[in-house]
């Protein structure tokens, strides 16, 4: 009898572009749907760069 290993990855928060989501999103992260759209188009749908690139943004004010 064979076992099957199973790994189980976590996926992280990605942001997609739909209505819904960019509402949630700008909401969680403090930044209007206009940085947000902004953060995405520049560094791709992943929570931490999103976060990342809004943050700078915030100490550079």
């Known amino acids: 009898m064979s076992k ?10 990605q942001i997609k ?6 509402h949630y999103w700008s909401l969680k992260l403090g930044c209007t ?4 759209i902004n953060a995405l188009a520049n560094v791709g ?6 976060n990342d690139v809004l943050s700078k943004k915030d100490l550079n004010c």
């Open 4 to 13: 099957k290993k199973s790994k189980s990855y976590l996926k992280a928060p």
């Open 45 to 50: 749908i992943s929570e931490a760069h999103v």
């Open 33 to 36: 749907k206009e940085e947000l």
């Open 17 to 22: 572009k739909e209505e819904f989501e960019v």
